[in-house]
Protein backbone atom coordinates (compact mmCIF):
# COMPACT_ATOMS: atom_id res chain seq x y z
CA UNK A 1 0.00 0.00 0.00
CA UNK A 2 1.46 3.33 -0.92
CA UNK A 3 1.63 5.92 2.23
CA UNK A 4 -0.40 8.32 0.33
CA UNK A 5 -2.94 5.96 0.12
CA UNK A 6 -2.57 5.27 3.90
CA UNK A 7 -3.02 8.81 4.93
CA UNK A 8 -5.68 9.74 3.29
CA UNK A 9 -7.86 6.86 4.11
CA UNK A 10 -7.11 7.25 7.76
CA UNK A 11 -7.74 10.68 7.66
CA UNK A 12 -10.94 10.01 5.37
CA UNK A 13 -12.17 7.42 8.46
CA UNK A 14 -10.89 10.08 11.89
CA UNK A 15 -11.74 13.16 9.81
CA UNK A 16 -9.07 15.15 11.75
CA UNK A 17 -9.64 17.98 10.07
CA UNK A 18 -13.42 18.33 12.75
CA UNK A 19 -11.31 18.20 15.74
CA UNK A 20 -8.89 21.50 17.51
CA UNK A 21 -6.16 19.72 18.32
CA UNK A 22 -3.24 20.54 20.39
CA UNK A 23 -1.06 18.76 18.04
CA UNK A 24 -1.08 18.10 13.96
CA UNK A 25 -2.74 14.80 13.05
CA UNK A 26 -2.37 12.18 10.57
CA UNK A 27 1.21 12.36 8.68
CA UNK A 28 4.20 13.82 11.49
CA UNK A 29 7.20 12.33 9.98
CA UNK A 30 7.16 11.00 6.37
CA UNK A 31 9.13 7.99 5.42
CA UNK A 32 8.97 4.97 3.35
CA UNK A 33 6.17 5.24 0.12
CA UNK A 34 5.54 1.60 0.52
CA UNK A 35 3.57 0.41 3.70
CA UNK A 36 3.38 -3.35 4.09
CA UNK A 37 3.92 -3.69 8.03
CA UNK A 38 2.65 -1.21 11.01
CA UNK A 39 3.67 -1.45 14.41
CA UNK A 40 0.61 0.28 16.59
CA UNK A 41 0.99 1.83 20.28
CA UNK A 42 -0.09 4.29 22.56
CA UNK A 43 2.60 6.64 22.24
CA UNK A 44 5.32 6.90 20.18
CA UNK A 45 8.04 6.79 22.90
CA UNK A 46 11.86 5.54 22.16
CA UNK A 47 10.79 2.39 23.32
CA UNK A 48 8.00 1.93 20.61
CA UNK A 49 10.37 2.80 18.01
CA UNK A 50 13.01 0.59 18.87
CA UNK A 51 10.41 -2.04 18.74
CA UNK A 52 9.31 -0.94 15.50
CA UNK A 53 12.78 -1.23 14.21
CA UNK A 54 12.83 -4.72 15.76
CA UNK A 55 9.41 -5.55 13.68
CA UNK A 56 10.53 -4.05 10.47
CA UNK A 57 8.47 -1.57 10.36
CA UNK A 58 7.28 0.77 7.31
CA UNK A 59 5.38 2.72 9.41
CA UNK A 60 4.19 3.69 13.29
CA UNK A 61 1.00 4.26 14.10
CA UNK A 62 0.30 6.01 17.43
CA UNK A 63 -2.31 8.32 19.63
CA UNK A 64 0.18 10.29 21.17
CA UNK A 65 2.78 11.86 18.40
CA UNK A 66 5.16 14.47 18.55
CA UNK A 67 5.09 18.41 17.96
CA UNK A 68 2.37 19.37 20.72
CA UNK A 69 1.23 22.92 21.08
CA UNK A 70 3.93 24.93 23.59
CA UNK A 71 6.63 22.08 23.50
CA UNK A 72 9.69 23.54 22.71
CA UNK A 73 10.49 23.00 19.34
CA UNK A 74 14.41 22.13 19.20
CA UNK A 75 15.33 19.02 17.77
CA UNK A 76 17.89 18.06 20.75
CA UNK A 77 18.44 15.53 22.97
CA UNK A 78 15.60 12.88 23.33
CA UNK A 79 13.47 14.72 20.73
CA UNK A 80 16.62 14.12 18.14
CA UNK A 81 17.13 10.62 19.04
CA UNK A 82 13.81 9.92 18.23
CA UNK A 83 13.28 11.92 15.30
CA UNK A 84 16.74 9.88 14.01
CA UNK A 85 15.60 6.59 14.63
CA UNK A 86 13.07 7.37 12.66
CA UNK A 87 14.62 9.16 9.58
CA UNK A 88 17.69 6.69 9.88
CA UNK A 89 15.33 3.69 9.44
CA UNK A 90 13.10 5.53 6.92
CA UNK A 91 9.67 4.80 8.81
CA UNK A 92 6.65 6.90 8.79
CA UNK A 93 5.01 8.04 12.39
CA UNK A 94 1.13 8.61 12.03
CA UNK A 95 -0.58 9.77 15.49
CA UNK A 96 -4.39 10.90 15.51
CA UNK A 97 -4.63 12.21 19.10
CA UNK A 98 -8.11 13.78 19.75
CA UNK A 99 -10.01 12.33 16.46
CA UNK A 100 -9.02 8.91 17.70
CA UNK A 101 -10.83 9.35 21.08
CA UNK A 102 -13.82 10.88 19.54
CA UNK A 103 -14.82 7.74 16.76
CA UNK A 104 -17.82 6.55 17.03
CA UNK A 105 -16.61 3.05 16.28
CA UNK A 106 -12.86 2.66 16.76
CA UNK A 107 -12.11 5.32 19.17
CA UNK A 108 -11.13 4.77 22.61
CA UNK A 109 -14.55 6.08 24.30
CA UNK A 110 -16.55 3.66 21.99
CA UNK A 111 -13.89 0.67 22.82
CA UNK A 112 -14.13 1.69 26.62
CA UNK A 113 -17.74 0.80 26.15
CA UNK A 114 -17.55 -2.39 24.19
CA UNK A 115 -15.10 -3.89 26.41
CA UNK A 116 -17.02 -2.77 29.74
CA UNK A 117 -20.26 -3.23 28.78
CA UNK A 118 -21.73 0.48 28.71
CA UNK A 119 -24.51 1.00 26.57
CA UNK A 120 -23.77 4.81 25.09
CA UNK A 121 -26.34 7.08 24.57
CA UNK A 122 -25.14 10.57 24.11
CA UNK A 123 -22.06 12.77 23.95
CA UNK A 124 -20.81 15.81 25.63
CA UNK A 125 -18.07 18.14 26.30
CA UNK A 126 -15.88 20.04 23.68
CA UNK A 127 -16.11 18.51 20.45
CA UNK A 128 -18.54 15.85 22.19
CA UNK A 129 -15.45 13.70 23.21
CA UNK A 130 -16.78 12.92 26.22
CA UNK A 131 -19.54 9.81 26.35
CA UNK A 132 -22.86 9.22 28.36
CA UNK A 133 -24.41 5.83 29.27
CA UNK A 134 -26.48 3.39 31.20
CA UNK A 135 -24.63 0.24 32.85
CA UNK A 136 -25.65 -2.89 31.33
CA UNK A 137 -26.96 -4.11 34.96
CA UNK A 138 -26.96 -1.41 37.77
CA UNK A 139 -23.82 -2.08 40.33
CA UNK A 140 -22.84 -0.31 43.49
CA UNK A 141 -19.44 1.39 43.13
CA UNK A 142 -16.87 -1.19 44.55
CA UNK A 143 -18.74 -3.39 41.69
CA UNK A 144 -18.29 -1.04 39.46
CA UNK A 145 -14.51 -0.33 40.49
CA UNK A 146 -14.06 -4.20 40.08
CA UNK A 147 -15.24 -4.58 36.95
CA UNK A 148 -13.59 -1.83 35.45
CA UNK A 149 -9.79 -3.20 37.50
CA UNK A 150 -10.57 -6.38 35.69
CA UNK A 151 -11.11 -5.34 32.15
CA UNK A 152 -8.64 -2.69 32.02
CA UNK A 153 -5.97 -4.59 34.31
CA UNK A 154 -5.41 -1.40 36.73
CA UNK A 155 -6.98 -1.34 40.18
CA UNK A 156 -8.56 2.29 40.13
CA UNK A 157 -8.48 5.03 42.50
CA UNK A 158 -12.05 5.41 43.14
CA UNK A 159 -14.08 8.67 45.36
CA UNK A 160 -17.13 8.05 46.55
CA UNK A 161 -19.71 6.59 48.28
CA UNK A 162 -19.49 2.79 47.85
CA UNK A 163 -23.45 2.11 48.66
CA UNK A 164 -25.11 4.51 46.15
CA UNK A 165 -26.56 2.42 43.41
CA UNK A 166 -24.56 3.21 40.30
CA UNK A 167 -26.49 3.45 36.51
CA UNK A 168 -25.76 6.27 34.62
CA UNK A 169 -22.19 7.19 33.84
CA UNK A 170 -20.41 9.33 32.05
CA UNK A 171 -16.77 8.86 30.82
CA UNK A 172 -13.88 10.01 28.77
CA UNK A 173 -10.46 8.79 28.09
CA UNK A 174 -6.89 10.03 29.15
CA UNK A 175 -6.56 13.35 31.00
CA UNK A 176 -10.37 14.55 30.75
CA UNK A 177 -11.04 15.11 34.98
CA UNK A 178 -12.04 18.44 33.64
CA UNK A 179 -15.73 17.30 32.25
CA UNK A 180 -16.87 16.01 35.68
CA UNK A 181 -18.59 18.94 36.40
CA UNK A 182 -20.47 18.96 33.04
CA UNK A 183 -21.27 15.35 33.70
CA UNK A 184 -22.34 15.79 37.22
CA UNK A 185 -25.18 18.44 35.87
CA UNK A 186 -26.08 15.87 33.18
CA UNK A 187 -27.01 13.43 36.03
CA UNK A 188 -24.41 10.68 35.90
CA UNK A 189 -23.89 8.57 38.76
CA UNK A 190 -20.15 7.90 38.35
CA UNK A 191 -17.69 9.37 35.88
CA UNK A 192 -14.38 7.45 35.09
CA UNK A 193 -11.38 8.96 33.38
CA UNK A 194 -8.37 7.99 32.91
CA UNK A 195 -6.41 11.12 35.28
CA UNK A 196 -7.37 12.94 38.78
CA UNK A 197 -6.99 16.44 39.69
CA UNK A 198 -6.66 18.06 43.48
CA UNK A 199 -9.92 19.24 42.92
CA UNK A 200 -11.67 16.62 41.42
CA UNK A 201 -11.70 14.93 44.87
CA UNK A 202 -13.94 17.79 46.64
CA UNK A 203 -16.37 17.82 43.50
CA UNK A 204 -16.94 14.04 44.16
CA UNK A 205 -17.03 14.43 47.62
CA UNK A 206 -19.54 17.43 47.06
CA UNK A 207 -21.59 16.26 44.62
CA UNK A 208 -22.15 12.55 45.68
CA UNK A 209 -21.02 11.84 42.06
CA UNK A 210 -18.79 8.94 41.90
CA UNK A 211 -15.08 9.35 40.10
CA UNK A 212 -12.77 7.04 38.48
CA UNK A 213 -9.47 7.16 37.70
CA UNK A 214 -8.65 4.47 36.03
CA UNK A 215 -5.28 5.20 33.95
CA UNK A 216 -4.71 8.05 30.86
CA UNK A 217 -2.10 4.96 29.55
CA UNK A 218 -4.72 2.12 30.41
CA UNK A 219 -7.51 4.40 29.33
CA UNK A 220 -6.06 4.49 26.16
CA UNK A 221 -4.98 1.39 24.56
CA UNK A 222 -7.74 0.03 22.88
CA UNK A 223 -8.39 2.82 20.32
CA UNK A 224 -5.34 2.61 18.30
CA UNK A 225 -5.42 -1.10 18.97
CA UNK A 226 -8.82 -0.97 17.05
CA UNK A 227 -7.35 0.78 14.30
CA UNK A 228 -4.50 -1.44 13.43
CA UNK A 229 -7.11 -4.22 13.58
CA UNK A 230 -9.22 -2.66 11.25
CA UNK A 231 -6.47 -1.64 8.47
CA UNK A 232 -5.07 -5.49 8.82
CA UNK A 233 -8.55 -6.58 7.92
CA UNK A 234 -9.35 -3.94 5.09
CA UNK A 235 -5.81 -3.97 3.23
CA UNK A 236 -4.15 -7.31 4.13
CA UNK A 237 -1.45 -5.36 6.01
CA UNK A 238 0.84 -6.24 8.64
CA UNK A 239 -0.20 -4.40 11.94
CA UNK A 240 1.22 -5.31 14.95
CA UNK A 241 -0.02 -3.97 18.65
CA UNK A 242 2.29 -3.23 20.80
CA UNK A 243 1.77 -2.56 24.71
CA UNK A 244 4.25 -0.70 26.48
CA UNK A 245 2.68 -0.06 29.93
CA UNK A 246 2.74 3.24 31.54
CA UNK A 247 1.58 3.64 35.28
CA UNK A 248 0.03 6.56 34.98
Not at 107 to 133: K, S, T, V
Not at 192 to 217: C, D, K, N, P
Request: charged share 20%.
Amino acid sequence: MKLEELVNYLDGLLMPGKFRDYCPNGLQVEGRSEISRIVAGVTASQALLDAAVVHNADAILVHHGYFWKGEDGRVTGIRRKRLATLLAKDISLLAYHLPLDAHPELGNNAQLARRLGWIPDGRFGEQDIAWLGTLAEPCDLPGLAAKVGAVLGRVPLVIGDGSRPIRRIGWCSGGAQGYFEQAIALGVDAFMSGEISEQTVHLARESGVAYLAAGHHATERYGVEALAEHLAQEFALSCSFIDLDNPV
